[in-house]
């Protein structure tokens, strides 16, 4: 995987502007915040993030890949001034769970997701090393 950086850019922070890889495509369906058998432990927005990327982990590590793999993620979220308040929490959990900031990320926020409870909504791209 390479990071891309055009020349004179900014290193951004928490993200990469582009990465380019080579492999296995895996492409991750958007993870809320509920468990492996579809149930919401909390109505925090932290802690549905933290459940999120479990769950993006979790897939990943299944199609034999690892968070390093991550080239691209989407966040949809209904509260922006929520995201931004739980952003040393949700910044703790992707450290945790996925590692280093170098996939190319996009934030969103959205009127509302399909699931009522849920509060984000996290979709990816890996590429697995063949």
Do not use: C, H
């Not at 690892?66 to 080239?71: A, D, R, T």
């Amino acid at each position: 995987m390479e990071i891309i950086l055009p020349p004179g850019w900014p290193r951004p922070r928490g993200y990469a502007n582009g990465v380019a890889a080579s492999g296995k495509m895996l492409f991750i369906a958007g993870m809320i915040g509920w468990d492996a058998q579809g149930v919401f432990d909390s109505d925090d927005f932290a802690a549905q993030a933290r459940q999120a990327l479990s769950n993006v982990a979790d897939v990943l590590r299944e199609a034999g890949g690892k968070p390093e793999n991550i080239v691209r993620m989407t966040w949809y979220v209904t509260d922006k001034r929520e995201y931004l308040a739980a952003a040393r929490q949700i910044g703790q959990a992707f450290r945790e769970i996925i590692g280093a900031y170098n996939a190319a990320m996009t934030a969103v926020e959205v009127k509302a997701l399909i699931e009522d409870r849920a509060k984000v909504e996290i979709e990816a791209t890996a590429v697995i090393p063949e």
